[in-house]
């Protein structure tokens, strides 16, 4: 849009007091420099320009200090996604000197930038362009901009006329995409901004959330169906009957499955394998088939005896290393009983593996050894539950081989009763706190709140992190759970305090505003890369000279909380758009997409990026990922907002 107060109409400059020299002609309008007036200052539209005018000053050195104008500055926003607003300006080179003859010692333009009348912060030399356009400006800002003019020898003029541009403040908002197959349903809670669609027995709800705000869903299966799984951003979060995003800063989803509810008789032998082994009877009559549904492992066997047990061949063969069973069963609950024996080790600490059940770990750190000594029979059972047909198994390595000797799985009580242990650290409260006793396949909900001066910090579900929820329910339950909830104190900061700078490929540097940039620091990958070239639009070329290129990470501890962070470039090497392209992810989320650097500001200019980021794992995690040619940064900054 064209700010009509920015807008000067053209202007004819003649210096008064000199000898010869008439007074000045003048149309338009436009601000002068303060100053006091003497025989050798300058007058624009009748008012004094500040400064004296040097007597060696050369006839194209006052054209330089009088007839710069800007015309028609034309301001407009930029609606570029995590952009800030951009403000786009022209103006018209004078052509004559004062005394009518032409200019042929126009050097070019330093365009001001600030944000009051007459103070400017920043300045760009934009060599002779006649237009500019500058980026990353705050929405919710004013800005002022002013023109100089100055010749071969470096001598400047006064400031132009002044246009100012008003940004108003934006507001971001996210989509939560919801899916639900059928069984059952997924809510958003307290929103009416919600659009719904299916696509076969899919109901697809898009949400929309303001940017930094939270937003709930509930899950909810139909009669005679359970919830089977809900994920969110495509990782499940178990078969919880709510959710909640907090502070949300870009697009997520989330997706609910159900199963037909099914009903088996209890105690009844399901499957049976002898791992690592061929089929075996054990004394109880229960039949265990050859090994088989196993991936990876390798299958061995011992003479030894084994204590604790009559069925001492099921506990001499394995499947050792790292392996996995899928076995197919029917939707329902079970009792998966795991069979080992230490028959190699002779000591404590010597084999350490987990075992996970349908990809949640109910087994971490095992030492056969530490719980039953050598060659004695140690078995696990644990309560399951198959929504989707398989049940899936997998031993994990940590010190040493993991290994299994027997596995065997028997239909569960369906009338079968259930307790959930709920605590809560120091700072807030979980309700109801202590055990409920639930009958299987019961549902049961938790509230999670902060006291005074403390934010929740982290809730655990059967010693997995499900984030900072406020809530949790458990759904269809079929066995034991726990749930812990743990707090810490609200931390308060002031806003633009720096927290973090480092000069990407550089050595330590101060900016001219004494903002010290450590020596590069907290990066994996890429290579340090410098160049002595003169850079435009900063006073700091040491800190855009600096780089450091190709494919980078940058992990940056730091306190939990908002930050603004500033990723500092410049191209200094392709001199055409296209040339180089690479994404900016912060926390795993494309912040910045097939960023070209040289079609942002053109070559060897700085050209910063400043976005909104949230931290909540004591980490900030920016990486840099090539897309055509070698991503680079000169330089990260983070203060607090």
């Known amino acids: 849009m064209t700010n009509p107060a920015a807008t000067a109409k053209s202007q004819r400059w003649r210096q008064r007091g000199s000898k010869g020299s008439p007074e000045p002609e003048q149309t338009g309008t436009a601000t002068s420099s303060p100053g006091k007036k003497t025989a050798e200052e300058a007058t624009f539209m009748g008012k004094t320009i500040a400064g004296k005018i040097p007597a060696a000053y050369s006839r194209i050195a006052f054209f330089a200090l009088l007839l710069i104008t800007m015309v028609a500055a034309t301001l407009h926003i930029g609606a570029e996604n995590a952009q800030a607003a951009q403000a786009g300006l022209s103006w018209t080179a004078p052509t004559t000197n004062t ?42 800002s004013t800005y002022y901009f002013a023109l100089t003019a100055y010749n071969g020898a470096g001598e400047e003029s006064a400031y132009s006329a002044e246009a100012s541009k008003a940004f108003p403040a934006v507001t971001t908002t996210h989509v939560i995409t919801a899916s639900s197959g059928s069984g059952g349903g997924i809510t958003a809670l307290n929103n009416t901004r919600i659009n719904t669609a299916t696509s076969g027995t899919t109901t697809i709800t ?74 075996f009877t054990d004394a109880a009559g229960g039949i265990y088939s050859a090994d088989a549904n196993f991936t990876g492992g390798n299958a061995g066997t011992t003479s030894v005896a084994i204590s604790g047990t009559t069925d001492d061949i099921m506990y001499q063969t394995e499947r050792w290393g790292a392996s996995s069973y899928n076995i ?48 004695a029979a140690y078995d696990v059972v644990l309560p399951v539950s198959v929504t989707n047909g398989t049940l899936s198994i997998k031993f994990v390595n940590k010190v040493d081989n993991a290994k299994i000797c027997a596995i065997k799985v028997t239909s569960a009580s369906a009338t079968s009763s259930f307790s959930i242990s709920a605590s809560a650290g120091t700072g807030g409260s979980i309700t109801p706190a202590g055990s409920t006793t639930l009958t299987s396949g019961a549902s049961k909900s938790y509230a999670i709140a902060p006291a005074a001066g403390y934010g929740i910090s982290d809730v655990k579900v059967d ?14 339950v079929t066995a034991n759970h726990t749930i812990q909830a743990t707090f810490a104190a609200a931390t308060v900061t002031t806003a633009g305090k720096l927290v973090y700078a480092a000069n990407s490929g550089g050595s330590q540097y101060t900016d001219a505003a004494g903002v010290i940039y450590q020596a590069d620091a907290n990066f994996t990958g890429g290579n340090a890369g410098t160049s002595g070239v003169a850079i435009n639009g900063t006073t700091d070329d040491l800190l855009y000279q600096a780089e450091r290129w190709g494919a980078s990470s940058y992990n940056i501890p730091l306190a939990n909380g908002n930050y603004n962070l500033t990723l500092k470039f410049a191209e200094n090497y392709w001199a055409a758009a296209g040339k180089r392209l690479f994404d900016v992810t912060v926390g795993g989320v494309t912040m910045i997409s097939n960023l070209d650097v040289y079609a942002k500001a053109g070559k060897n200019t700085a050209y910063d990026v400043v976005l909104p980021v949230s931290v909540t794992n004591g980490t900030l995690s920016i990486k840099f990922v090539n897309k055509v040619d070698n991503a680079k940064i000169c330089a990260v900054k983070v203060v607090t907002r």
């Open 328 to 375: 197919p069963l029917p939707n329902g609950n079970y009792n998966l009983t795991l069979k080992f024996a230490e028959t190699y080790w002779s000591a404590a600490g010597k084999r350490l593996f987990d075992v996970t059940v349908g990809g949640a770990t109910v087994i971490s750190n095992l030492d056969i050894f530490a719980k039953a000594g050598q060659n």
């Open 206 to 279: 898009s949400v929309t959330v303001t940017h930094a705000a939270s937003q709930a869903f509930s899950i909810a299966p139909a009669a005679g169906y359970a919830i089977s799984d809900v994920k969110v951003d495509g990782v499940s979060v178990g078969k919880v009957a709510s959710y909640t995003f907090s502070n949300l800063t870009a697009n997520r989803t989330i997706q609910a499955t159900f199963a037909a509810a099914t009903v088996t008789t209890a105690g009844k032998l399901v499957y049976g394998a002898n791992s690592g082994g061929s089929q």
């Open 463 to 476: 010693g997995v992190s499900v984030g900072k929820v406020a809530s949790y329910s458990f759904s269809n």
């Open 99 to 140: 005394n009518g003859t032409p200019i042929t010692d126009l050097a070019g333009y330093k365009l001001y930038i600030g944000n009051a009348s007459r103070s400017y912060q920043q300045k760009i030399d934009v060599g002779k362009l006649t237009n500019y356009s500058v980026a990353n400006l705050t929405d919710g």
